[in-house]
């Protein structure tokens, strides 16, 4: 048998004890598909039938009463006004640091105009000098005179700005 398998290692290109294991493993998977074929009966295994149709109606039931409850809770709650509430949170609920108060013009200093979004400090400095050049800032509008400001800056800056009479 040793020459039989060293020769046929050599045809397949396996080793003899590779040969062994899969040998092996052929007459496990052989023996076990006769067993199962030939001696077990397969009408032996009786497979039973459940009626789970009580248990899935109280499944059901318990269920139907949970969504019945939140429907209750939610048609109980008091009746919220969303727009308002999102109002009330950007006026009252917002840092303090974080809100911008009004700025007088013709008194504010580089760092004052500077805490306006879109002023920077070359902007600031040219309202200052366009300030003190001119007497003071009679109007708003006149900001659309400084270099850096046009319509769409104006309008975005305009509603931190006032000017004292």
Not at 30 to 55: A, L, P
Not at 61 to 78: E, F, G, M, P
Not at 83 to 105: A, G, T
Request: hydrophobic share 35%; proline share 0%; no cysteine.
């Amino acid at each position: 048998m040793k020459k039989g398998l060293t020769k046929l290692s050599e045809k397949i290109g396996f080793t003899e004890t590779e040969i062994k294991v899969i040998i092996f493993l052929l007459t496990i998977f052989s023996i076990g598909f006769g067993y199962k074929y030939f001696f077990i009966d397969k009408n032996k295994s009786v497979y039973k039938e459940f009626d789970y149709s009580k248990q899935d109606s109280m499944f059901y039931a318990a269920i139907k009463k949970d969504s019945l409850d939140q429907l209750n809770k939610i048609n109980n709650r008091k009746r919220v006004d969303y727009k308002q509430e999102v109002l009330d949170f950007n006026e009252l609920n917002v840092d303090k640091q974080h809100k911008i108060k009004k700025i007088e013009l013709n008194s504010a200093d580089i760092k004052a105009l500077k805490s306006i979004t879109g002023i920077g400090e070359k902007i600031a400095g040219n309202i200052i000098k366009y300030r003190t050049d001119n007497n003071g800032i009679k109007e708003i509008k006149e900001l659309l005179n400084i270099k850096g400001i046009g319509q769409i800056k104006f309008t975005k800056i305009k509603k931190y700005l006032y000017i004292e009479k």
